[in-house]
């Protein structure tokens, strides 16, 4: 994995209109040969690759070398990942499902930073409606593996799912399947492990979570507050509750 472009926060995504400020547009960290040749060359060796790219030019970028190595050396099925993919164009959006691309995006950051007074409008003004757009990818039948990235956003998925149905512009939010999709069998796919984790079946890991709660009769704002009774890994319980196996 490497970045392309910094962040939005200290202004130093790579953007094609300034900032509110008016002074500059972020910055590149490397030069389009630079990253093709890179791609390329992991691609060709058979490597996965992961891109982070937050402001539209540092995307294109990445789309650019992706669409150049697929050309030369083939598609292959590795299974590339951008990462972060916060403020892509309609026209990327488009553009990297059709490269069968994964999105490995955080609604997380919507959740701190979305809205007309998050921090994201106070530096791009109405390009934060733009941020973060998980719904627009499911719709077009991308495939968007959701995370956290402990420290900047809290370790727990309970609260990035329901991050993705509160979204702070309506047409990004999803429902709850495709929120539970996005931390579960989605990450499996993107990992080349759905054959053995991600869901439940005949086959398939026992790997799983009680919740005190069905989480499908809550609002989207109390999914937060469920609690884990327990977590058993490949059969196995490996957490529970002082009281939770003697009820």
Not at 20 to 25: A, L, N, S, V, Y
Not at 109 to 131: I, N, P, S
Not at 165 to 187: P, W
Not at 202 to 223: K, Y
Request: aromatic share 8%; net charge negative; proline share 3%.
């Amino acid at each position: 994995n490497i970045y392309l472009d910094g962040s939005i926060g200290s202004q130093t995504a790579a953007l094609y209109e300034p900032y509110i400020d008016g002074e500059h547009q972020g910055v590149l960290y490397y030069s389009q040969e630079d990253v093709n040749q890179f791609v390329l060359e992991a691609h060709t060796a058979g490597l996965q690759i992961a891109l982070s790219c937050i402001g539209p030019r540092a995307i294109e970028q990445a789309l650019a070398a992706f669409a150049a190595a697929f050309e030369i050396a083939g598609r292959k099925n590795l299974r590339h990942r951008l990462e972060l993919f916060v403020l892509p164009t309609e026209a990327q959006i488009t553009w990297a499902i059709s490269m069968g691309l994964i999105l490995s995006m955080r609604a997380n950051y919507d959740r701190q930073w979305g809205g007309a007074e998050g921090k994201y409008a106070a530096l791009l003004g109405d390009r934060w409606k733009g941020t973060n757009p998980i719904g627009a990818v499911v719709a077009q039948g991308g495939i968007v593996a959701g995370g956290s990235e402990y420290a900047v956003t809290p370790l727990n998925p309970l609260k990035s799912i329901g991050s993705c149905l509160l979204h702070h512009n309506a047409v990004q939010q999803l429902s709850l399947y495709d929120a539970l999709r996005t931390y579960t069998a989605n990450g499996a796919y993107a990992n080349m492990a759905e054959d053995r984790i991600g869901s439940l079946g005949i086959g398939m890991q026992a790997d799983l979570v009680v919740l005190d709660q069905n989480l499908c009769t809550l609002s989207p704002a109390e999914i937060e507050t469920l609690r884990v009774e327990m977590t058993i890994k490949k059969g196995e319980i490996v957490y529970a509750r002082e009281d939770v196996l003697w009820k």
